[in-house]
């Protein structure tokens, strides 16, 4: 896609983040399938005869001159090219996950990717190891389970996700819309006390998904929702249910159903109906591992992590709406690390660029062993080919057997740098992965010194890239910027 260059007198500061985007229209969407060979930028036009020459040369007047020249495999993010003219220290380029070097006319250059083709199902299947897809937009009325597509376009559609080797699950929340048929007659027994809406009516007829009141999981409305799901999973044999919020115990003071009490003066108040949400949880991973014993129960609550009411469920989807900073670290190691509760967490990222990936996030999950989990397999795949590369690195230092060395504990490696931590897996086999996170707010980047307390030599690579890290007596060296991560493969050199 083409945008429009600079303009004269127009300058390079001007553009956004002062980044040259080639063959993109920006770090996530648009691929050109070129090879770029060099990169030149000057700071006058340059004429038809300097244009016909056989190499780009580098003159007084080259702003920029990269060859494109590197050895690294491109992660998208930490790989960089090494300009042979460039005003700024970081001016590298930065190839896009999937790009290649290949032997170009002068040397090397850069092979761009193209989208791949055909659908998000198949690619997010065989490109991307995803093997669960969540459906949004699959019910008529939040909170009743009552299908928009009739039963057999609904049943065809899951049979072809299974076909594709993926499992299917569905979203839910607990709530229900006043348009329901069963509103008028169930509502003041099911529903909260105050009256509670889940968001705003929208204008728009059709877009009810989050137009409804909340309902109380202490009210026979429990016993409809979970009879509805089991009976919605056996007929269109889904493979389990996302759950928005539903394991937030929210204050009710409904006395329909038994909520709330008397107080000393006489006041009626609420309760916080822990134990029945609790109970609502044991039902739905009851009714979702019975019949799906590969199924999932993937629970989505912010702002808190509520144990009691989350023990029943495969996974935490935690952390939208809340923006990441340095001094939440110890809440997040309180909240995030999974080894702590014993449930893997994943988390949106934070507000603003909540729905999208920012290296920024894994620094925070990393070193607390939890995960990013991106949205949209469809149009940003960039974001999913990246979470999965990751994912593909980590896992086998994760499994049964492996050790967790987090940076709040003794371990062989030790940061001279305060706001460096070190996390590390190491495998019985007697290799390391470090997860490096840097949170110095220093312009530029931060000199990582980390102290390897380890017998013998060994090699350090970024497993993302292959790019090779320095040790020199004992010390690893790592440059890193705000928020920046690394992950580190550390190895044992064979004795010569
Ligand atoms: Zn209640």
Redesign the pocket.
């Given at each position: 896609m083409a945008q429009a260059g600079l303009v004269p007198k127009e300058e390079a500061k001007t553009l956004p983040h002062e980044i040259l985007a080639l063959g993109a229209g920006d770090a996530w969407r648009h691929r050109t399938a070129f090879v770029f060979d060099e990169v030149r930028v000057s700071s006058r036009p340059r004429n038809a005869t300097e244009l016909a020459a056989s190499k780009p040369v580098k003159d007084k007047d080259v702003l920029l001159l990269d060859h494109l020249a590197g050895s690294f495999t491109p992660d998208g993010e930490h790989g960089r090219t090494a300009p042979e003219v460039s005003t700024r220290p970081d001016a590298g380029g930065v190839p896009t996950l999937g790009c290649t070097f290949v032997p170009a006319k002068f040397g090397r250059g850069v092979r761009a990717v193209v989208q791949p083709p055909g659908s998000w199902l198949q690619f997010a299947h065989d490109h991307l190891g995803l093997t669960h897809a969540l459906d949004w937009r699959w019910h008529r009325y939040m909170g009743a389970l009552d299908l928009l597509l009739t039963p057999e376009v609904f049943r065809s559609r899951i049979e072809a996700i299974h076909r594709k080797g993926l499992k299917y699950y569905v979203y839910t929340y607990k709530a229900i819309n006043p348009l329901h048929p069963n509103y008028e007659e169930y509502f003041h027994e099911w529903g909260?006390?105050p009256r509670t809406r889940w968001m705003n009516p929208s204008k728009i007829p059709t877009a009810r998904n989050y137009d409804a009141d909340s309902t109380?999981?202490?009210?026979p409305y429990t016993d409809y929702f979970v009879a509805s799901f089991e009976k919605v999973l056996k007929e269109s044999d889904l493979d389990g249910i996302y759950m928005d919020g539903n394991t937030k115990a929210s204050l009710?003071?409904?006395s329909h159903?038994?909520?709330?009490y008397r107080d000393s003066k006489g006041q009626w108040q609420g309760?916080y109906?822990i134990f029945a949400t609790r109970e609502m949880l044991k039902r739905l991973y009851a009714v979702t591992h019975l019949n799906k014993p590969e199924g999932i129960v993937d629970v989505h609550q912010s702002f808190c992590l509520c144990i009691p009411t989350t023990s029943f469920c495969d996974i935490i989807y935690t952390g939208e709406h809340e923006p990441f900073s340095p001094e939440r670290l110890p809440e997040i190691r309180v909240r995030y690390a999974r080894r702590a509760w014993g449930i893997p967490i994943e988390t949106l990222g934070s507000t603003p660029l909540y729905l999208r990936y920012a290296r920024r996030y894994w620094a925070y999950m990393l070193i607390h062993d939890a995960r990013v989990r991106p949205g949209g397999a469809n149009g940003r795949n960039d974001m999913q080919r990246k979470t999965a590369r990751i994912r593909d690195v980590i896992e086998p230092f994760r499994e049964p057997g492996c050790q967790w060395l987090p940076y709040y504990r003794p371990s062989p490696f030790e940061s001279r740098t305060s706001q460096v931590l070190v996390s590390a897996w190491g495998r019985p086999k007697g290799d390391y992965m470090l997860a490096v996170a840097c949170f110095a707010k220093a312009a530029g980047t931060t000199e990582s010194r980390i102290k390897l307390n380890l017998n013998g030599e060994w090699k350090a690579t970024n497993p993302l890239t292959d790019e090779v890290f320095s040790i020199e007596n004992k010390v690893l060296h790592l440059k890193l910027g705000y928020e920046d991560f690394r992950l580190v493969h550390l190895e044992k050199t064979p004795r010569q």
């Amino acid at each position: 896609m083409a945008q429009a260059g600079l303009v004269p007198k127009e300058e390079a500061k001007t553009l956004p983040h002062e980044i040259l985007a080639l063959g993109a229209g920006d770090a996530w969407r648009h691929r050109t399938a070129f090879v770029f060979d060099e990169v030149r930028v000057s700071s006058r036009p340059r004429n038809a005869t300097e244009l016909a020459a056989s190499k780009p040369v580098k003159d007084k007047d080259v702003l920029l001159l990269d060859h494109l020249a590197g050895s690294f495999t491109p992660d998208g993010e930490h790989g960089r090219t090494a300009p042979e003219v460039s005003t700024r220290p970081d001016a590298g380029g930065v190839p896009t996950l999937g790009c290649t070097f290949v032997p170009a006319k002068f040397g090397r250059g850069v092979r761009a990717v193209v989208q791949p083709p055909g659908s998000w199902l198949q690619f997010a299947h065989d490109h991307l190891g995803l093997t669960h897809a969540l459906d949004w937009r699959w019910h008529r009325y939040m909170g009743a389970l009552d299908l928009l597509l009739t039963p057999e376009v609904f049943r065809s559609r899951i049979e072809a996700i299974h076909r594709k080797g993926l499992k299917y699950y569905v979203y839910t929340y607990k709530a229900i819309n006043p348009l329901h048929p069963n509103y008028e007659e169930y509502f003041h027994e099911w529903g909260l006390h105050p009256r509670t809406r889940w968001m705003n009516p929208s204008k728009i007829p059709t877009a009810r998904n989050y137009d409804a009141d909340s309902t109380c999981a202490n009210s026979p409305y429990t016993d409809y929702f979970v009879a509805s799901f089991e009976k919605v999973l056996k007929e269109s044999d889904l493979d389990g249910i996302y759950m928005d919020g539903n394991t937030k115990a929210s204050l009710c003071a409904n006395s329909h159903h038994g909520c709330g009490y008397r107080d000393s003066k006489g006041q009626w108040q609420g309760t916080y109906p822990i134990f029945a949400t609790r109970e609502m949880l044991k039902r739905l991973y009851a009714v979702t591992h019975l019949n799906k014993p590969e199924g999932i129960v993937d629970v989505h609550q912010s702002f808190c992590l509520c144990i009691p009411t989350t023990s029943f469920c495969d996974i935490i989807y935690t952390g939208e709406h809340e923006p990441f900073s340095p001094e939440r670290l110890p809440e997040i190691r309180v909240r995030y690390a999974r080894r702590a509760w014993g449930i893997p967490i994943e988390t949106l990222g934070s507000t603003p660029l909540y729905l999208r990936y920012a290296r920024r996030y894994w620094a925070y999950m990393l070193i607390h062993d939890a995960r990013v989990r991106p949205g949209g397999a469809n149009g940003r795949n960039d974001m999913q080919r990246k979470t999965a590369r990751i994912r593909d690195v980590i896992e086998p230092f994760r499994e049964p057997g492996c050790q967790w060395l987090p940076y709040y504990r003794p371990s062989p490696f030790e940061s001279r740098t305060s706001q460096v931590l070190v996390s590390a897996w190491g495998r019985p086999k007697g290799d390391y992965m470090l997860a490096v996170a840097c949170f110095a707010k220093a312009a530029g980047t931060t000199e990582s010194r980390i102290k390897l307390n380890l017998n013998g030599e060994w090699k350090a690579t970024n497993p993302l890239t292959d790019e090779v890290f320095s040790i020199e007596n004992k010390v690893l060296h790592l440059k890193l910027g705000y928020e920046d991560f690394r992950l580190v493969h550390l190895e044992k050199t064979p004795r010569q």
